[in-house]
């Protein structure tokens, strides 16, 4: 099996596991282990199928970039990935959407990063995923960033329509009040906490890029892995 297969399939079995799990397969999963064992088991396919992912990302080719990357693409990639963390950091804030938060955060009228999207983790990631395809667009990188990207935007639809059956009125008072895409002048407005953490979150991500290795899987090539 040629690397880049070996990554598709990868980045399939995280991307899909999630899907399954989380909607067609969740009633009968928490049937038959509860609400703890559900969450062990799902925490353990991800943590198990995100690291074959990165393992394979670490063994794909590197071939060269379709595009030069220059100090004007650099800048665009480190303002997303800023954005990404501030958004990351404010998606912990009274988030109605994380599992055992209270429903009714989703009546109360937004703040924080939830000025700028209704899913600031998931649009976290996605920035995440477009900054590091912008200064690495090669195709080991379309193919892994952009199984995370996908994951994010449309596991958010996937969620909205799940919340929606099970809240009913309060879910969608929450989704006239809030907006699905990403506003990024909004999130000047999102307060001193998140941005403060995702200035931390960055700088910290940023200095430890050499470490990891611009492939993202340096710690694996490290373990010899």
Not at 41 to 55: N, P
Not at 141 to 155: H, K, P, R, T, Y
Not at 192 to 214: D, E, K, M, N, Y
């Amino acid at each position: 099996m040629s690397d880049y297969l070996t990554l598709t399939v990868a980045s399939l079995l995280f991307v899909g596991s999630h899907f399954l799990m989380s909607h067609p397969l969740r009633a009968t999963l928490v049937g038959r282990f509860g609400a703890n064992g559900f969450m062990a088991v799902y925490s353990a396919i991800s943590l198990l199928t995100f690291g074959w992912m990165i393992i394979a990302f670490g063994r794909a080719p590197k071939a060269d970039g379709l595009w030069p990357v220059g100090d004007v693409v650099w800048i665009v990639a480190s303002l997303l990935t800023l954005c990404a963390a501030v958004l990351f950091a404010g998606s912990f804030i009274r988030n109605p959407s994380l599992p055992g938060v209270p429903n009714a955060l989703a009546a109360q009228t937004p703040s924080g990063v939830f000025n700028a999207t209704r899913h600031p983790m998931m649009w976290g990631f996605a920035l995440w995923g477009v900054g590091h395809i912008l200064v690495a667009p090669r195709i080991d990188n379309f193919i892994f960033s952009g199984s995370l990207i996908f994951l994010a935007l449309v596991g958010s639809k996937a969620q909205e329509i799940k919340k929606r059956n099970l809240m009913g009125g309060q879910w969608a008072k929450w989704l006239r009040s809030t907006h699905f895409f990403f506003r990024p002048a909004a999130l000047l407005r999102a307060g001193i906490g998140p941005w403060g953490a995702g200035i931390l979150i960055w700088t910290i991500a940023t200095w430890a890029h050499p470490f990891w290795g611009v492939s993202g899987a340096g710690l694996f090539r490290y373990l010899g892995l």
